[in-house]
């Protein structure tokens, strides 16, 4: 399974953008990149996903870089409610084993009013 | 509020004792999914049931029986646990297996083992 890379941590201020980065310098060229979020004692949260034109939603943008090897989460003006563990995950291109969500270690995002 | 639900929110057993989880969702999902997470760590995949049949176990102990009895149902029988099993259980749905599917999650249920 293709492994992505992201910060432990990172914090924002209310109402600012956001910018969440992920390292996946091994994807394959059918994997596509998928970001939940997991709030305080929830269960996680579908965010954006994505292959290979950036994309946008309610929630969030998903910027891909060009040769796919890194991705960037974009709240564009963060709240308190948007504190939360954010995962980026790569979902493998064979359609059986699409359904697995391996979930790395993931982003703490803390917003500060 | 979520669209999965599961139940019990919270459940202690002893070692001894044979429980089980459930998982409803009514999206018309035909992929459901177990995961496991522990304090401070991500979710883990333990089963996928696609079409009401087994498609994936991640090698999880035989102390854990998933069960799909039918499209919107999902259990998870438990019996002879482990304290380290002790963790927050999570279920999930998605349209189908396909890579493209957002996953959709209850709110799980925190289980301790005594």
């Known amino acids: 399974d293709a492994k992505t890379t992201q910060p432990n941590s990172m914090e924002s201020n209310e109402e600012e953008p956001v910018h969440l980065p992920c390292n996946h310098s091994t994807i394959s060229g059918t994997d596509y990149i998928h970001w939940y979020r997991q709030l305080p004692s929830q269960g996680p949260e579908y965010v954006i996903h994505?292959?290979?034109s950036n994309v946008n939603n309610r929630m969030a943008s998903l910027a891909i870089a060009e040769d796919r090897k890194s991705s960037t989460l974009i709240l564009h003006r963060a709240t308190l409610r948007d504190a939360a563990v954010y995962y980026c995950?790569?979902?493998?291109?064979?359609?059986?084993?699409?359904?697995?969500?391996?979930f790395g270690q993931g982003t703490e995002l803390s917003v500060k009013p | 509020d979520t669209e999965v639900t599961q139940t019990p929110k919270h459940l202690v057993m002893g070692m001894t004792n044979k429980k089980s989880l459930k998982c409803e969702q009514h999206m018309g999902h035909r992929a459901m999914y177990w995961y496991k997470q522990k304090a401070k760590k991500p979710p883990e995949l333990m089963f996928v049931y696609s079409y009401e049949k087994l498609s994936i176990n991640e090698s999880v102990p035989s102390r854990f029986s998933p069960e799909c009895p039918n499209s919107s149902l999902l259990n998870l029988h438990l019996h002879a646990l482990q304290p380290e099993d002790s963790a927050l259980y999570l279920c999930?749905?998605?349209?189908?297996?396909?890579?493209?599917?957002?996953?959709?999650f209850g709110d799980g249920t925190r289980l301790s083992i005594l």
């Open positions: 999930a749905s998605s349209q189908d297996q396909g890579r493209v599917q957002p996953q959709h």
């Open positions: 994505g292959l290979t």
């Open positions: 995950i790569l979902r493998d291109g064979i359609y059986n084993q699409g359904g697995k969500l391996i």
